[in-house]
C-alpha cells in the first residue's frame, strides 16, 4: 500500500485507506466514504441509493469474510493429515477423519 497514495495522485484520483475489524466494524470516516460511494454509484446507474448502498455493504462483508477465511487457511500447516482433525471452515469440501 506504500506508495499507492502517490501514484494515484499522479493519476488524479484520490486514494482514502479504509479502517475496517477483521470481524466487520467500520472506522467512521471509513462508513461515509462507503455512503458517499453508494450514493454516486446509485445516482450512476438510475438505482436507488437505499438499494445500492445496502448491496455495496454485502459486497464488502462478503469481501472481508473471504479475507478472513483466507488468512484463516493460510494459518493451517501443510503438513497436517485429515485425521488429524474433522473438518476445516471455509472450504467448499469438508475434510473427514
Known sequence: MAGAGEECRAAGIAFIPLAV??????????????????????RQDGESEELT????????????????????NNRIPDDLEPAQFQHTICHDETVTA
Open 21 to 42: 475489524e477483521s470481524l466487520g466494524g467500520w472506522h467512521p470516516v471509513a462508513v461515509e466514504v462507503i455512503k458517499r460511494l453508494g450514493k454516486a454509484r446509485a
Open 53 to 72: 448502498c445496502r448491496r455495496l455493504w454485502q459486497k464488502l462483508g462478503l469481501l472481508v469474510q473471504k479475507g478472513n477465511c483466507a488468512l484463516f
